[in-house]
């Protein structure tokens, strides 16, 4: 922790980091020869006349060119593109917004100094920043990479952050309203190490401020407030630690990369990036019901992932501690790595990822020690521009959970599509979801499997109000499904909830 928290205060408290200053050795640019003036016509004489002397032109001269404020030999760019500007500027020294589609930052026009080499590359190889997600996921290439990016000395700094206030109703005899604030502060730094990268990544969440039973949310369920009682038709708060992690990558080729990957919490190699890093809904401050079949890993206290790059595909395995985070939210949990996850991922063209997985957590839920799970996953991400100045982010994912209960064997599944669709400074979202629960009813956590479902519709407007801050204000509305078994403990089979927010990003 002596590591990551000065880290994290770094890129996301301090001041603006002196950006380095580099030059790109090599990058020459001939300049024009003088020519040599017209020769006067020789007077007429009586003698001879005498041969003019050859004026020789001067030597080509060459002039290196100072990159504004990203260098061509910066070890983390790929080599090829050659800048044309031959105006040199002064380094910047200000923290500078990512690009969202070229990785480049934003003060370096595309036409001009940056093109598609030019892109920083991937935390695990030799591919497109923009590719990487939550812990050791993968995106769509051409998928949001929002964040702020300076340079100190060898290191890329990178910084990120969004927080919610948020007032929730939900209705029914089930339901509550609540106000609380969500959302995330995440810190990036990395270097070139040997042929590839080193990366140090922390991640906070101000969810712990919550209390410990979280907000209203009916068809929720999973985990604990109190080391006692589950919580039902609840999202739980997330810890404050979300991500403490190191990964380091090394090239095997061109296109192919080892790395390994750790974090105290870290997220294991299972499901597709955490919720509130899918483009798809990350504009939505409403967790997803499907969250404990899909992506509830992402804080998991002890992962340890190995894996290999080759092109667009990607297979990793990861040793993990499988016990969900307790009730305790704001300190750091330790545990033996028990548990193991596979995951196979594939970004067939840019605006696509797809991923399979499989895990086995050993003893996951602290209300049922003894018990442990099986899960598998499976899910395509989009992300593309579908017209101009329109952007197109979906999700669909599958995720079954199954468990062996005194000799029976007990599946469950889960169905989440998400999509969201933007245009300058609006963002509709939605999603659809249909579980099958055995939590809905206490007490009876193992017997019948109910499938309920929900869908909800929602959108947001952002207000810059300085260069690098911006404030939204958004809402949504959400009708769940109820079947006739569970009706009397809803009161209707549509029960609805509402969430009106404010938001404040980092961006």
């Known amino acids: 922790m002596k590591l990551f928290l000065p880290l994290l205060s770094t890129a996301l408290l301090a001041g603006p980091a002196l950006a380095q200053h580099m030059h790109m050795p090599g990058m020459t640019m001939p300049m024009p020869a003088k020519k040599a003036p017209p020769k006067k016509p020789a007077k007429k004489k009586l003698a001879a006349k005498k041969p003019a002397a050859k004026k020789e032109a001067p030597k080509r001269r060459t002039q290196t060119i100072a990159h504004p404020t990203i260098a061509m030999d910066h070890p983390q760019m790929q080599h090829g593109a050659s800048p044309v500007s031959a105006e040199p500027q002064a380094t910047g020294q200000e923290l500078m917004p990512m690009n969202h589609r070229s990785g480049a930052p934003m003060n370096m026009p595309m036409g001009e100094h940056a093109g598609p080499d030019m892109a920083m590359t991937g935390a695990l190889g030799p591919y497109a920043m923009e590719r990487d997600s939550s812990g050791t996921a993968w995106q769509p290439d051409a998928s949001e990479h929002p964040g702020l ?17 948020v007032a929730d109703h939900q209705s029914g005899p089930r339901g509550e309203d609540k106000l609380f604030a969500s959302g995330m502060l995440m810190g990036m730094a990395r270097r070139p190490l040997g042929n590839g990268t080193v990366q140090l990544r922390a991640s906070l ?5 919550m209390g410990p039973r979280g907000y209203p949310l009916l068809l929720a369920s999973g985990e604990t407030a109190n080391g006692i009682d589950r919580l039902i038709d609840r999202q739980h708060p997330h810890d404050f630690f979300m991500e403490v992690s190191a990964s380091l990558s090394q090239n095997l080729g061109p296109k192919s990369s080892a790395f390994v990957y750790a974090g105290l919490p870290g997220e294991p190699a299972f499901g597709p990036p955490a919720f509130m890093h899918r483009e798809a809904i990350m504009d939505s401050p409403e967790a997803p019901i499907t969250h404990h079949w899909l992506d509830s890993t992402h804080i998991s206290f002890g992962v340890l992932t190995g894996g290999v790059v080759i092109g667009n595909a990607k297979i990793e395995v990861s040793r993990f501690n499988g016990r969900e985070p307790d009730q305790h939210r704001w300190n750091i949990e330790t545990g033996p790595l028990d548990s ?40 395509a991400l989009y992300a593309g521009e579908i017209a101009s100045g329109w952007k197109l982010a979906g999700t669909l994912a599958w995720g079954r959970k199954t468990i062996d209960h005194h000799g029976d064997t007990l599946s469950d599944n889960a169905l989440a599509a998400e999509a969201s669709l933007k245009r300058g400074d609006w963002t509709l979202f939605g999603r659809g979801e249909v579980t099958e629960n055995r939590e809905l009813v206490e007490g009876d956590e193992h017997g019948q499997a109910y499938s309920v479902g929900k869908v909800s519709i929602g959108a947001v407007r952002d207000y810059r109000i300085a260069k690098h801050l911006s404030v939204g204000a958004g809402g949504l509305l959400a009708v769940n499904f109820i079947p006739d078994g569970l009706k009397s403990l809803y009161g209707t089979s549509n029960p609805v909830g509402a969430m009106g927010f404010l938001r404040l990003k980092l961006d």
Do not use: I
């Open 205 to 209: 969440s101000p969810d712990a401020l």
């Open 149 to 165: 990016m300076s340079t100190s000395g060898g290191w890329t700094l990178m910084a990120h952050g969004v927080v919610d206030l």
């Open 340 to 379: 193991t996850s596979v995951r196979v991922s594939w970004n067939p063209t840019r605006e696509l990822a797809l991923q399979a997985s499989w895990a086995h957590f050993k003893d996951p839920e602290q209300l049922e020690p003894g018990v442990d799970q099986k899960r598998w996953s499976a899910s």
